[in-house]
């Protein structure tokens, strides 16, 4: 996820060379700085800091720290890591394609409506974040079913270390967010493709 991060920054560093100047060296494309904005947003978020931080450390150290050899569910775990190369293309390809999608990291309608963002990349963004979405859960299952039932047996909840806490219930509010992200990205999809109207007034 070293690349993720690379292009994020690298992002990153388009956005404050726009903001160093008024009116910016985007001024006259602004679409192309909306796009620019939301990759590196939903590619810092969703590609680098939580694969880094709650898959990178919590696989390293929940282990460690609670005194088992590994992981409850290692096949889980390993297909939480390998359904991310997929949405992260999908993210990348989306910012080629018509334009790119550049509704801002929040996807907010009506800017992801069709009548603002009628592209295909809008589609791939929302098709992104659902996947990468389900191999958070999936992880975020592990760690709490792997702090929960295998950890040392003097290790009672008193004496877990804050990291240990920090991941139990990091992953807690990852379980009940995002189920909500996506039944919220459903409902855009199919206001975008099957003429409802959840975000429509």
């Known amino acids: 996820w070293f690349w993720s991060d690379l292009v994020g920054t690298g992002l990153s560093f388009h956005i404050r060379l726009n903001l160093a100047q008024p009116g910016g060296i985007y001024s006259d494309m602004p679409q192309l700085y909306n796009v620019i904005v939301t990759s590196h947003a939903l590619m810092m978020i969703f590609f680098f800091a939580m694969p880094v931080m709650m898959g990178g450390f919590g696989n ?39 334009g790119g999608a550049g509704p ?6 009506p800017l992801s409506a069709s009548m603002f963002h009628s592209t295909p ?5 929302i098709f992104a974040l659902h996947i990468a979405g389900f191999g958070s859960i999936m992880s ?7 702090i929960g039932g295998a950890r040392f047996y003097g290790l009672i909840p ?22 909500v992200l996506a039944g919220g990205l459903t409902m855009l999809l199919t206001d975008r493709h099957a003429n409802t109207s959840f975000f429509r007034p």
């Open 60 to 98: 390293w150290l929940i282990p460690l720290m609670i005194g088992c050899t590994d992981m409850v569910f290692p096949r889980l775990n390993n297909l939480s890591y390998w359904v991310l190369p997929g949405p992260l293309f999908m993210l990348l390809v989306s910012a080629l394609i018509e």
């Open 104 to 109: 801002g990291w929040t996807l907010y309608p």
């Open 121 to 125: 990349g809008m589609d791939l963004v």
């Open 140 to 146: 975020s299952l592990n760690f709490m079913s792997t």
């Open 158 to 179: 008193e004496r877990m270390p804050i990291f240990i806490w920090a991941m139990f219930v990091t992953s807690w509010l990852l379980l009940f967010s995002l189920p």
